[in-house]
C-alpha cells in the first residue's frame, strides 16, 4: 500500500492524464466539450466564397432538389426556398463534433430566427429519429428538427458529419463546410449580413 501511495505522489500528473483520457474516450458530452474548445478558436471555421460566374448551362443548389420533413409531417422542398439565405446543417446526435458545434448552431440560430429571409435547415440523420429529437430535448435547442424525405444529393451532403451548406438567394452554395465549426463568431455574422443584403 505504502509503494501504491508513493507511486501516486511522483505520478499524478501522468494518473490525471490518464483518467482524462478514459473519460475521453467514453464520454459523448466529454468529447464535445474538448471539441467546441478547439473549435472556438475559429481555426476550422471556412468563409463564406464569392458567387461563381454563371455560365449558361450551370445549375445552382436548387437544381439538386431535395425534401425534408418537419415534426409535424410538413414537407419541405429546397427549391421552393429560393429567395432566402438558407442555412442547412447535416448532423447526428452520435456525433462529438456535431454535439460541440450544435451550441455554436443555436447561438446563430437564435440571432437570426426572427429574420424572414433565412432560413434554418438541422437535417437529424439519426438511424432513428427520436434519438435526436431526445437530445435536442434534453440539451435544450429550439433549432427546427428536420428529417430526410428521400435522397440527399452528393454535391450537399457526402456522408461526412457535421456537414454545413449555405445557400444565397440565388440558391447557390457559398460555402460548403464538412467537419466542425464555430456558427457564434461575429465574422461568420457579417458574411450571413452580406447575403442577407444581396
Not at 478558436?41 to 450551370?58: A, C, H, M, Q, V
Not at 464538412?178 to 461568420?188: I, N, R, T, V, W
Request: net charge positive; hydrophobic share 35%.
Amino acid at each position: 500500500m505504502e509503494n501504491l501511495k508513493k507511486w501516486i505522489r511522483s505520478n499524478w500528473s501522468t494518473l490525471i492524464l490518464v483518467i482524462v483520457f478514459i473519460i475521453l474516450l467514453v464520454s459523448p458530452d466529454a468529447k464535445a466539450w474538448l471539441m467546441r474548445q478547439v473549435a472556438s478558436t475559429g481555426f476550422l471555421n471556412s468563409s463564406i466564397s464569392e458567387p461563381k460566374t454563371k455560365e449558361k448551362n450551370t445549375e445552382s443548389a436548387s437544381s439538386y432538389n431535395f425534401t425534408l420533413q418537419n415534426e409535424e409531417g410538413k414537407m419541405i422542398s429546397l427549391s421552393e426556398l429560393k429567395g432566402r439565405v438558407v442555412f442547412i446543417n447535416f448532423w447526428a446526435s452520435w456525433c462529438p463534433p456535431c454535439r460541440a458545434e450544435f451550441p455554436s448552431v443555436q447561438r446563430f440560430y437564435e440571432k437570426y430566427r426572427s429574420k424572414p429571409e433565412i432560413i434554418f435547415l438541422t437535417v437529424n440523420l439519426d438511424d432513428n429519429p427520436v434519438s435526436g429529437k431526445k437530445y435536442l430535448t434534453e440539451k435544450g435547442f429550439t433549432l427546427p428538427f428536420l428529417i430526410p424525405a428521400g435522397s440527399i444529393p452528393k454535391e450537399i451532403y457526402d456522408g461526412t458529419l457535421p456537414t454545413t451548406v449555405v445557400l444565397d438567394k440565388q440558391g447557390e452554395i457559398r460555402l460548403h463546410h464538412k467537419g466542425l465549426a464555430d456558427y457564434s463568431k461575429e465574422s461568420f455574422y457579417k458574411q450571413i449580413d452580406q447575403l442577407l443584403n444581396q
